[in-house]
């Protein structure tokens, strides 16, 4: 059932500049430091970011039962492990408190202690991640992807459409948006070459995904149905899988991605939750051949999230380079969930999963420069008159995505990082 919390009609006293994506329909939730202040744990509405521990020194959540230290952690893991019961009321409240109809919060008086400007404060990784899984569940990309190193007859390897393909990843070097990312050396094979080389990555790509952040504990041995998996999904958040394909070919037969991508991966600094994301809901495309009993989710499981990726030069200039949706994905996160878990694999609050990379049907809506240029066949123009196969030195990528009904807007913000040669 959809909250009052998403009401498109519902308005704030707060002044939310025309196409934020911070409405009071949003309200996501981050991390954030003020100065040389500890972190503590925020939402966002327009160009604002709201204090939850300023908040909860007020009373505003005293009601709701719970400690409230929980807003001066450095992450959203204590909160999220509440659970959704507490975190949906906290959404509510906030949607309460900013309500423009509202007489019976004195919230407006006290707007200088919760309410900063965006601009003098920085945003923080929002979640201690544990472990962090990715998947490989877009059907366009796998298909481009098949062509080009198999040929279009064997695009696709045969377990593809039976079961959400993944790999464990690297936790550690996962980013928040706006670290600098060094490009990555190793071992590479030049073409027609016999032995391999070492040195800086010469295809340093962008991977354009979205993540859920898992919310609930379960215990080794558990499962986690398709059609109940979205109790364990706290919200999601955009992810650039940074790959490095010259050492990727070269390394990853016979056990998959190394060194070609766990180098890093960049995170947007708000995590946007399901309730918010309600509205959006869109079916999926039809899976064929029918899927196992336990990859069975029921509903609509996919969201209609717009994304896109722009390229920005050094001279500051940009080009958006790709427009894609997290609609277009094969397999929705409910079957990804339970595939993880369906052999006893256990997951814990933070954890971070990662669709893969998010292609649409048209060259426009390619989700790396992989498949945007072709393995470099076909270049992209820069508003400079340079041309780009792959990302060089000092271009930032920027993924943005949004998700847009009824005139309301509830977007991600911003995962971007600008690739440098050294630190």
């Given amino acids: ?40 744990l925020c939402s966002a509405i327009g160009n604002y970011v709201i204090d939850l521990a ?19 952690q450095p992450s959203l893991n204590d909160f999220i492990a509440l659970g959704k019961d507490k975190t949906r009321a906290v959404r509510q409240r906030l949607s309460e408190i ?42 366009e990309h796998a298909t481009n992807v098949g062509i080009m190193f198999r040929g279009p007859d064997n695009a696709l390897m045969p377990n593809w459409r039976h079961l959400p393909v993944g790999y464990h990843g690297r936790a550690s070097s996962i980013v928040v948006s706006g670290t600098p990312v060094r490009r990555p050396k190793g071992q590479m094979l030049p073409p027609g070459a016999e032995q391999p ?8 790509d962008f991977e354009l995904e979205m993540g859920f952040i898992v919310g609930k504990n379960t215990s080794l041995g558990h499962s986690v149905s398709a059609a109940q998996a979205e109790d364990y999904i706290f919200g999601l958040v955009l992810f650039n899988d940074w790959s490095a394909r010259d050492i990727q070919q070269w ?9 070609g991508k766990n180098f890093a991966s960049t995170m947007s600094p708000w995590v946007v939750t399901l309730d918010a994301l309600e509205p959006f809901r869109v079916a999926g495309p039809v899976q064929t051949p029918e899927v196992l009993p336990y990859l069975h989710a029921g509903g609509d499981r996919n969201f209609d999230i717009q994304l896109e990726v722009a390229i920005k030069l050094e001279d500051g ?31 814990r609050v ?31 123009p820069m508003p400079d008159g340079s041309t780009r196969a792959f990302i060089e030195d000092g271009d930032e990528v920027i993924l943005r995505g949004w998700a847009e009904k009824d005139g309301v807007r509830v977007g991600f913000g911003e995962a971007a990082g600008r690739v440098v040669a050294e630190w």
């Fill in 251 to 259: 390394e990853y037969v016979p056990l998959g991605p190394f060194l």
């Fill in 1 to 40: 059932m959809m909250l009052k919390a998403n009401d498109p009609a519902l308005l704030t006293w707060v002044n939310v500049p025309a196409g934020s994506d911070f409405p009071i329909q949003n309200l996501p939730f981050g991390v954030f430091r003020r100065g040389d202040a500890a972190p503590g």
């Fill in 98 to 139: 900013l309500d423009d109809d509202r007489e019976s919060w004195d919230a407006k008086e006290l707007a200088e202690y919760f309410l900063i400007p965006m601009a003098e404060v920085q945003l923080l990784l929002p979640v201690h991640i544990g472990d962090y899984t990715d998947f490989y569940s877009s059907l």
């Fill in 317 to 347: 200039r940009e080009t958006t380079v790709s427009r894609s949706n997290f609609k277009y994905m094969y397999w929705n996160m409910c079957q990804q969930l339970a595939h993880h878990t369906v052999n006893g694999c256990n997951i």
């Fill in 197 to 204: 080389v070492f040195g800086p990555s010469k295809r340093l």
């Fill in 350 to 380: 933070g954890d971070l999963m990662a669709s893969g990379t998010i292609s649409g049907p048209s060259s426009d809506s390619y989700g790396s420069m992989l498949e945007l240029a072709w393995r470099g066949e076909r270049p992209l």
């Fill in 54 to 72: 300023a908040l909860a020194s007020h009373g505003f959540f005293d009601d709701l039962q719970f400690d409230r230290q929980v807003f001066s």
